[in-house]
């Protein structure tokens, strides 16, 4: 699974205590009192599973038959317990040559079937179970255990009376979801076969697992499609997806893979996904082990909060996947392909091979930030893996709450949840420490044994740690303890000191952080003469001092000089030294180091040179850095910075490198540039169109507005943003629908951002029709009540009542009262 947050969001959702979990467990514990999870006892084996369902679009309901195939795991029972949420069950029965034998059965807190079997079973015998239920997936809110809405089945605009949005059908199952749409055993360390019959009315197209082995249509004018996979995998990972999907078909060797995409954004279906034979081909490869499953579809739909789901052979993916081409051009890698990479990888981390228990998802989440950010580097360069690598460390190393969590949780409140900033982010980079300590060779051989060994199975971290063993004859229980097992991380201090006398450069190292000490393997390049030398060594103390002789004092001393540390650090080198590094060492992470340290000395002669030589960096995500950082309100920098700032807004072959040199200059009001914003207006980048909008509104708003009159009809992202603030800022009552139509469909945080950073109070403030006004006051009304509890009240409240008084000065007292009783409002909304 993807899960993909706004800024804006991870604040939100770090006020209630979100931890970025897919685990939701029924809670039989004490609230916020941590305990052992253990691993899923196992009682029976599912087998086979096969559905027949039909949807209830008026209710919302799922009508389904299923017949389910066990056997007894070990021990002989005559009895079984499954998974079934919310349902109403109208018959269970066990299948006795070909016709059903009612059983008997209770239904606990409408959460788990439990079925007295028509004898005891041994673990050599296999039986069917028949159920007919009714899943009724709207109604399960209440329930306990269900974080993030796991209610499994969604419906989306089921009656077709919502404008603009289509009717579809969606699942989501992780982690234990599916059993909210129908009856099974709903662990992750359950495998089993599958075949599902979808009835729909026939102008809607399905997909689920597998392959499409048949499809009737019916007298009534629906049509039943049967989707089967006869290779075994998790509950969680069964999908169905309905809607009017327009279908792509690509191929990667002999396997059909597919695109679904709503009708509009069909025609781009190639460009949004055309990458992914690529990526299947590169994984192939550097496992040892194929694509396993009978085919690859991903469809895209409405209205998904998670990013995207990695279901077996069936990626389901949100809609901001869906893109144009004119969107795409602004993704300086393509296809925006980091989603696609990270849940193809899925297939074989977490489908083929799944963690044993949730306590064990590393071995699916960690792998597959891992696959994507392998694609970034081996597509787009090392630097963009680096970066990419680099943005985990950060989020992970901002959230707090992770340190205290090993990779390996078997311990926690299911408040807590299993945290995602470990398993995604902190996950990812230890794979990336053991690949870089074992070598590509090595670590790619013990991942196909890992896969090969465990294939349709599931596994442990510990199963990973003798794969790797086997393959690389290394013992690596020190590392799967102290990563895996072990929390936190080391918080580095390095300082130096260049003994003359004796020729040798002293390194000290402090290992800051409390709890365990980590042993570590470090590489340390001694630059001398403009050559470096390499030196391993171990770190392994609270305070490591490190003694290199040396024919000369070196220019530069770079710790952990191939950048793979998951580490805090404190690095004491001068100035002068990490401009060298700027200068010399290979790494995005050492330009990017230096570049951290030089923003805050702009005006210093190394930190202008840095700065000004990141602006032309070979990585266009540093000289976005560099360009944003950049003091324009000191000549000392601007007067250097304009000239290669104007290059770079003509030419660089990057669109978003081009709107933020624009917008850096659009911070001088000067008219040299003028030129360059009207020849941008007619860019093919969305971004650059905004940017050069937004710097025209500055120097000249009356030009501005002239442009957004012909920009407006075809305007997205930061184009549209930038037309909303040229006509809040400009613009009259003729302008007013555009700026709260396209209000309302923005993001929260694009609505925060145009009240409280942007015109729009001020719009409002001034708008002739006392009915817009209102109209307008009514939306930062909604906004603020809504989102009171993530702290945004108070900005809104300011905006709301500097409207009120321009309001008085217009004479508009309805209006200014309307603004009055907005405020109240909020005051008394619940935070």
């Not at 950049?630 to 003509?650: C, F, T, Y």
């Not at 015109?759 to 307008?776: E, F, H, V």
């Amino acid at each position: 699974m993807k899960k993909i947050y706004t800024a804006f969001f991870y604040t939100l959702l770090a006020a209630v205590g979100f931890t970025g979990t897919a685990t939701a467990q029924l809670n039989h514990h004490p609230a916020n009192q941590p305990y052992y999870h253990a691993t899923a006892e196992k009682v029976s084996d599912l087998i086979d599973t096969r559905l027949d369902v039909k949807f209830d679009f008026q209710h919302a309901y799922l009508n389904g038959k299923e017949w389910a195939t066990f056997k007894p795991h070990f021990y002989p029972t005559d009895s079984i317990r499954l998974d079934a949420k919310g349902m109403d069950i109208k018959t269970v029965g066990i299948m006795q040559q070909g016709k059903v034998l009612p059983l008997k059965y209770r239904y606990e807190d409408s959460l788990q079937l439990v079925i007295n079997l028509n004898k005891t079973y041994t673990a050599k015998e296999q039986y069917t179970l028949f159920i007919e239920y009714t899943a009724k997936p709207d109604l399960l809110h209440d329930k306990p255990g269900f974080k993030l809405d796991g209610k499994g089945l969604y419906f989306v605009n089921p009656q077709g009376k919502e404008a603009g949005k289509p009717t579809q059908v969606w699942t989501q199952g992780e982690a234990e979801s599916s059993s909210c749409w129908f009856p099974t055993i709903d662990k992750p360390d359950q495998k089993t076969t599958e075949q599902i019959s979808m009835t729909v009315p026939a102008k809607y197209t399905t997909l689920s697992n597998g392959l499409l082995i048949s499809q009737k249509n019916n007298a009534d004018g629906t049509r039943t499609d049967t989707w089967k996979q006869s290779l075994p995998h998790c509950p969680y990972l069964f999908m169905m997806a309905v809607g009017e999907f327009k279908v792509y078909k690509d191929k990667w060797r002999n396997k059909e893979v597919s695109y679904y995409l709503e009708p509009a954004y069909a025609p781009y279906a190639k460009q949004i996904f055309g990458q992914t034979p690529e990526m299947m081909e590169l994984y192939s490869k550097a496992l040892g082990v194929d694509f396993p499953w009978e085919k690859y579809a991903q469809v895209v739909v409405r209205d998904y909060p998670l990013g995207a789901m990695e279901n077996s052979s069936a990626t389901l993916h949100g809609e901001y996947v869906q893109k144009t081409p004119w969107d795409l051009i602004d993704d300086p890698n393509g296809s925006g392909g980091t989603t696609i990479a990270h849940e193809l990888f899925h297939q074989w981390f977490g489908d083929l091979v799944t963690c044993e228990s949730w306590s064990n998802e590393t071995l699916n989440e960690s792998f597959a930030v891992f696959g994507e950010k392998y694609w970034n580097e081996r597509k787009y360069g090392k630097d963009d893996g680096d970066a990419k690598r680099y943005d985990e460390l950060q989020a992970y190393l901002n959230n707090g709450t992770a340190y205290k969590q090993p990779l390996v949780a078997f311990v926690y409140a299911d408040e807590d949840g299993i945290n995602g900033a470990n398993i995604y982010d902190k996950g990812g980079l230890v794979l990336n420490m053991l690949r870089h300590y074992l070598g590509d060779d090595a670590f790619f051989k013990g991942l196909g044994l890992y896969l090969k060994s465990n294939a349709f199975k599931n596994g442990e971290v510990h199963q990973l740690r003798l794969a790797m063993e086997e393959i690389s004859g290394k013992d690596l229980n020190w590392f799967f303890n102290q990563w895996y097992y072990g929390a936190g991380h080391p918080v580095l201090d390095l300082s130096y000191q260049w003994d003359a006398a004796a020729h040798q450069q002293k390194v000290f190292i402090s290992q800051k952080q409390d709890g365990q000490i980590f042993k570590v393997p470090v590489e340390i390049d001694l630059y001398i003469n403009g050559k470096a030398t390499r030196k391993q060594v171990w770190l392994s103390g609270k305070n490591d001092t490190l003694s290199f002789d040396c024919a000369a004092k070196p220019e530069l001393v770079n710790v952990d000089a191939d950048k793979v540390l998951l580490a805090k650090k404190t690095d004491h080198k001068t100035l002068d030294e990490f401009n060298y590094q700027y200068h010399h060492a290979p790494l995005y992470l050492d330009r990017l180091e230096a570049l951290n340290v030089a923003i805050g000395q702009q005006t210093t002669k190394a930190g202008m040179d840095i700065v000004l030589s990141a602006l032309k960096d070979k990585y266009h995500g540093l000289q976005i850095k560099a360009i944003r950082a950049l003091k324009m309100d000191s000549v000392e920098i601007r007067k250097p910075a304009q000239s290669i700032l104007a290059d770079l807004a003509m030419h660089d072959v990057n669109y978003p490198v081009r709107a933020a040199a624009i917008n850096a200059l659009g911070k001088t009001k000067t008219v040299a540039y003028i030129d360059i914003y009207q020849s941008s207006l007619a860019s093919p980048s969305y971004t650059v169109k905004g940017a050069a909008l937004n710097a025209l509104n500055a120097f000249s708003p009356t030009d501005a507005f002239i442009a957004a009159k012909t920009l407006a009809a075809d305007s997205k992202g930061q184009l549209q943003q930038a037309v909303i603030n040229v006509y809040a800022n400009s613009g009259s009552d003729a302008e007013w629908p555009f700026v709260i139509d396209a209000y309302k469909k923005g993001s929260v945080q694009n609505k925060f951002d145009l009240v409280v950073r942007g015109p729009l109070a001020q719009m409002i403030g001034r708008l002739k029709n006392s009915q817009y006004a209102q109209d307008g006051i009514t939306a930062i009304r909604d906004l603020a009540v809504s989102y009171k509890r993530y702290g945004i009240a108070p900005k809104l409240i300011t905006a709301l009542q500097q409207i009120a008084e321009d309001r008085k000065k217009l004479g508009d007292n309805d209006s200014a009262k309307a603004a009055e009783d907005a405020v109240k409002a909020i005051n008394e909304a619940k935070g």
